[in-house]
């Protein structure tokens, strides 16, 4: 069954109205459905229902709505703070990551981050990312979009970290802990949070900082990954290995 998206959709009412241009282009002029299709609606609020199309015109699509199921909140939630790779790969780790389950993503601003999202263009590019995991959620069958955070520097991220949660600073600096074993002892966390630097790879004081606010030093193995691969990698032992 065909799934969409409607953020404000208030699943107490009998019938909503689908607005969206996207969803109407999508629904109407791609799927071609019709009155009578059934379809799938998910919300911001980790809803979801059966729906029945009762009227489409250009402008609006009236659907009836049916059983409403309720999402249940995970036990923890995840956190991926991460360089923008180059060539655009950063769509790419959103992506795979909402398929994943990633609760929240923030772009990372590090010394070495070369891909930067300058704040007069931020509004555009999250326009660009949001779309990529509301399409993936639907891919998933996902009921919640990860937040997805403007370009934050590195220790502004660090200074907002629980307390109480675990989180995972991977590099290249011959850490003596790897990944998988720190979570398996960690449990299930209300948060988890994996950095991934650069190309370039953490600086040593980036490293230390890290520390001093409570973040433990790991290896992802004896190979060096590409960011994306280091980023989903990170993200699936987090979903596996910490899992309700």
């Not at 065909?2 to 953020?7: S, T, V």
């Not at 980790?46 to 699509?61: F, G, K, P, R, Y």
């Not at 956190?79 to 990372?108: N, R, S």
């Not at 590099?171 to 990944?179: A, V």
Request: with cysteine; aromatic share 6%.
């Amino acid at each position: 069954m065909y799934r969409f998206y409607c953020q404000d959709a208030d699943f107490s009412k009998n019938a909503i109205v689908i607005t969206d241009t996207h969803e109407i282009h999508h629904i109407k002029d791609v799927l071609r459905l019709k009155k009578g299709s059934s379809i799938q609606i998910f919300n911001a609020k980790s809803q979801q229902t059966d729906a029945v199309i009762e009227q489409l015109n250009e402008t609006a699509i009236h659907v009836r709505v049916g059983t409403v199921k309720q999402s249940e909140e995970s036990v923890h939630k995840i956190i991926l703070a991460c360089a923008p790779p180059k060539k655009g790969k950063f769509e790419f780790i959103i992506e795979k990551c909402t398929e994943l389950g990633i609760d929240e993503i923030i772009p990372l601003k590090t010394k070495r981050t070369e891909v930067v999202f300058e704040e007069d263009k931020w509004s555009g590019k999250f326009k660009r990312f949001d779309a990529v995991a509301v399409n993936a959620a639907k891919q998933s069958k996902r009921t919640k979009v990860p937040h997805i955070s403007p370009m934050t520097p590195l220790p502004q991220v660090l200074k907002a970290l629980d307390p109480n949660g675990v989180h995972v600073f991977p590099s290249l600096h011959n850490h003596s802990q790897h990944i998988a074993d720190v979570l398996l002892k960690a449990g299930k966390q209300k948060q988890v949070t994996v950095f991934i630097g650069p190309e370039g790879d953490f600086t040593p004081d980036e490293v230390e900082l890290a520390i001093k606010h409570g973040c433990v030093p790991v290896t992802l193995g004896d190979t060096v990954l590409k960011v994306e691969t280091a980023a989903i990698a990170a993200v699936a032992l987090v979903k596996f290995l910490c899992r309700n």
